[in-house]
């Protein structure tokens, strides 16, 4: 399926243009938008190193290449981005020529390269004349530069007084027609084609003393990057536009070209893309664009992250501001974990080398970072030389790094670990495991074993903030809200928690006994830690609670606040999962309180989140609204303003609802909403290292295909699939399951799986102060409880009809909660099916509660009236 986002008209020439309608090409090294303006054609330059000063000065436009044309009255006009081949074109007749312009990105060149052609000979007429924009003298913020035309080069160089930062960017032309330099500008005439090559960089390095250096001034090298720029033009200007174009492609191509997906349209539309969103957010879903925002999700991590390059950052490579929103910074607390979600899953594990690579520069200052955060938060233990691992706190930029605090307690730091322990569980390389995984856990596991006091046989954080949440919302005192700051909430003890148990499975994979000796206290201290740190405890509400001290959902901070940070142990960890069935259905409850409406990322959060619950229809909900209401034409996504995260996290949750592999098995199709009843994809990973391909039809899988890259035993989940026809030997514990070994390389399918039996879930449960349960089914029904906060529930009753049960087992006066669960008689408690929660609140707890709630939230958003429970 062709994979194009289509326009007929420009991008505007603005700001807002750019943010919403210019289309990214992107190599790492740097981005590229397009504008495809007819008379001044566009391409704006991004280049991640180049910094203004201090927190939040952010990202500076490198450079604008415009291009001028004298051609007015055109018809037949088409931009378009193409997924497949990682470029960009324009067309449009005017006098009766056919103009096109065609243009890529190269990683391997390091290039972007440019193509104009006329269908007449001759016909081609055009001046070149870049910009180094925001060029000012004042002494805080100055910015110096020069373009100069020389031949048939046109170099943009510069200084920024900041960060001692020389930036430069060349601009060569070739052509059959003429050419003049003047000033700033080359001028073509008569020509019928002209390639434009453009390359950039500036003075940065990614090193160590990039970070630790303090002084602003001493952090990068006092070298001109004139040398490398002029190198990297002459070898890319050695290759003729085919080479160029072959190169970008192949390299391109081995990576976006591993993943193809299918939602029941195939085919590229006739309507372009702006026009397929406006329908979109009117109700009429495109399966297409669906699609097409998944893959475009891949391609800008492509586009903006590769190895040697600086990290995709929270605008991914693309920024055409002075100061660049939120700093264009590296932001810890989700965001630049988020852009990496997909990487893995969505087969682009290369993408990832960009981030670790910044991780192992980084590192000795997150050392010193994780040190100081110790001797602020406990000044009287603090000893200058003790090794408390590392830490990274929120707002880190190319040049800095943040302490955690304030806002995001200390378990920020093991969303970022998390990362590494993915790298290894879907690369299965022990390499990796050895040398990046285990020292990052390890490291990560110092520190935050520094971050836990004992409180009565549990190890709770006792400096702990759930990322961003408030007292209050900002209706409320706008200028003022506090953060709230507690001691072990959630968030903080389930990244822990994760940490912990990850780096247990790495020492067990690589044997304690080939460890070094110096480690072993700490993995002792680890063991005997780990399962007390309480992550997860089921609320008033049948919620998964964000605090302890929390009894109804919504009784401290924002009631639909962005971030859902209690529940990241359902995504991106995987401490909530189908054997924890009662905590996951809690999971569900604490994300259909905090609503669906959302910023950008947050809905990416929500709708992998959904996934991981199984819930396909509501997933696809979430996917729904952040594509009509959080994406702009050009398919970025908008938090707003733009932020890359929302499009990271989208393909991120696509993945999970076609492909899980968090529990032990491979878990295909297990969240497909009924919008696509049929449909196919390939190329996604599971955890193993295992490549998946996958069709289903009504809403059923009917052919499975998998690749095994590493060999190992493979563990598949998927109702049915065990009746399926086979090409190869594998034990069926039950129906739903494949047990067998791999060889890398192995190919092993599985077709004509027949059709899950669909069954509907019985509904209406109530349960009374007595415990009596009552409800509506067709019909038997398995009656479940958990008590406070169980993870898995206790079969009451196998089969019950007549839709009342009494339980006469539970002695409910010494429970907090008691959570009842009904399913189809038969089904397993993961299943779908009403549930219901009883408290001991009180007529005056409820009424209370709702009082606060009110208070705390936006009143016309939130009435809530006392039931039975709450
Ligand atoms: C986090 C989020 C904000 C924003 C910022 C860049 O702090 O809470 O919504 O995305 O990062």
């Known amino acids: 399926m062709e ?13 807002e243009g750019w943010e919403r309608e210019s289309l990214p090409l992107g190599n790492g090294w740097f981005g590229v938008s397009v504008f495809g303006i007819v008379e001044r054609e566009r391409f704006q330059i991004t280049e991640n190193s180049l910094l203004n ?29 193409d997924l497949d081949h990682g470029l960009s074109a324009v067309s449009y007749e005017a006098d009766g020529v056919l103009y096109r312009r065609v243009a890529f990105a190269s990683y391997p060149d390091h290039v972007l390269a440019i193509r104009f052609t006329a269908s007449v000979p001759g016909a081609l007429s055009f001046t070149a004349a870049p910009e180094i924009p925001y060029l000012t003298d004042d002494p805080e913020r100055e910015k110096t530069g020069e373009v100069k035309a020389d031949g048939n080069t046109i170099t943009l160089a510069g200084h ?157 490579v693309w920024n055409v501001h002075d100061r660049s929103p939120w700093g264009a910074g590296y932001w810890h607390n989700i965001n630049v974990q988020m852009n990496y979600w997909p990487a893995f899953s969505a087969n682009l594990a290369e993408t990832f080398e960009a981030y670790r690579a910044f991780y192992e520069a980084y590192r000795p200052q997150a050392g010193w970072v994780a040190g100081e955060y110790i001797r602020r938060t406990q000044p009287d233990s603090f000893d200058p030389d003790e090794d408390y691992g590392w830490a990274i706190g929120t707002s880190c930029y190319c040049v800095a790094l943040a302490v955690p605090g304030k806002h995001s307690g200390p378990g920020t730091g093991a969303l970022t670990s998390k990362l590494f322990w993915e790298l290894y569980d879907f690369t299965r390389d022990e390499e990796i495991l050895r040398r990046v995984t285990y020292p990052a856990l390890l490291g990560m596991a110092r520190f935050l074993s520094h971050c836990v006091k004992d409180y009565d046989g549990k190890y709770l954080s006792f400096f ?33 928690s994760e940490n912990a148990h990850d780096l247990l499975r790495c020492v067990d994979i690589l044997g304690e006994d080939t460890l070094p000796e110096e480690d072993r206290p700490l993995i002792a201290k680890i063991r005997e830690q780990a399962d007390r740190y309480d992550p997860i405890q089921v609320g008033w509400s049948g919620q ?102 929302g499009n990271f996290g989208g393909t991120s949750g696509v993945t999970e609802m076609l492909l899980q592999s968090h529990e032990t098995y491979i878990a295909p199709l297990p969240a497909l909403p009924d919008d696509w009843p049929d449909g196919s994809f390939t190329g996604l990973v599971a955890r193993g290292n295992f490549v998946v391909d996958a069709a289903w039809r009504d809403g059923s899988a009917v052919s499975l295909r998998i690749t095994s890259r590493k060999g190992g035993t493979c563990r598949v989940k998927l109702p049915g699939v065990a009746r399926g026809v086979r090409d190869f030997e594998a034990e069926t514990p039950d129906g739903d399951r494949l047990v067998f070994e791999t060889v890398p390389g ?65 002695d409910f006066a010494s429970h907090d909660t008691v959570t009842y669960k009904i399913t189809a008689a038969g089904e397993g408690p993961d299943a779908p099916g009403d549930r219901v929660t009883a408290n001991h609140s009180t007529l005056l707890d409820r009424e209370r509660r709702c009082h606060i709630v009110r208070q705390l939230n936006e009143p016309a958003q939130l009435t809530l009236t006392p039931g039975d429970w709450e």
């Open 746 to 810: 192995g190919i092993y399918t599985v077709s004509a799986i027949p059709a899950r039996e669909k069954r509907t879930a019985p509904s209406g449960l109530r349960v009374s102060r007595s415990l009596e349960l009552t409800w509506t089914s067709e019909g038997p029904v398995s009656v479940w409880r958990a008590q406070d906060s169980d993870p898995a529930y206790t079969l009451l009753a196998p089969s019950v009809t007549g839709g009342s049960f009494h339980d006469e087992t539970c």
């Open 464 to 496: 702990s903030a759930s990322p961003e949440q408030l007292f209050t919302m900002p209706w409320g005192w706008p200028n003022n809200i506090p953060d709230y700051q507690t001691v072990g909430c959630a968030f903080d003890q389930e990244m822990i």
């Open 544 to 645: 998964i609670k964000e605090y302890r001290e929390e009894r109804f959902y919504g009784d401290i901070g924002e009631y639909h606040h962005r971030h859902i940070s209690h529940l990241m142990a359902l995504f991106p960890c995987s401490q909530i999962t189908s054997e924890t069935p009662a905590w996951r259905d809690a999971a569900a409850v604490s994300l259909d309180r905090r609503g669906d409406k959302s910023t950008g990322w947050a809905l990416a959060h929500r709708l992998n989140a959904w996934a991981r619950t199984c819930d396909g229809n509501r997933a696809y909900r979430l996917l729904s609204n952040l594509i009509a209401e959080r994406t702009a034409q050009n398919l970025w996504d908008l938090h707003p303003p733009f932020q890359i995260d």
């Open 160 to 316: 920024m007084e900041n960060f001692n930062l020389y930036f430069e960017g060349q601009l060569r032309l070739f052509t059959d027609g003429t050419m003049t330099a003047d000033g700033g500008t080359i001028s073509v005439t008569g020509a019928t084609e002209a390639t434009a090559l453009f390359t950039c960089g500036t003075n940065y390095v990614l090193r160590p003393e990039v970070f630790t250096i303090y002084d602003a001034h001493q952090k990068l090298p006092d070298v001109k990057p004139h040398e490398r720029i002029s190198a990297l033009m002459e070898a890319a200007s050695a290759f003729s536009w085919d080479e160029l174009y072959e190169r970008h492609e192949a390299d391109y191509r081995a990576l976006f070209g591993r993943v193809s997906l299918n939602f029941g349209e195939d085919r590229l539309p006739d309507l372009p893309t702006d026009e397929l969103l406006r329908r979109y957010r009117e109700g009429e879903r495109s399966h297409y664009l669906e699609a097409l925002y998944v893959q475009y999700g891949r391609y800008l991590l492509i586009s903006s992250s590769r190895k040697g390059t600086l990290p995709a950052n929270l605008q991914g």
């Open 3 to 15: 994979l194009k986002l289509r326009y007929l008209s420009p991008a505007a020439d603005s700001a």
């Open 53 to 81: 000063q201090g927190a939040q000065g952010g990202l500076n436009n490198f450079a604008e290449l415009y291009f001028r044309f004298p051609h007015h009255d055109v018809s037949g006009y088409e931009r378009c981005l």
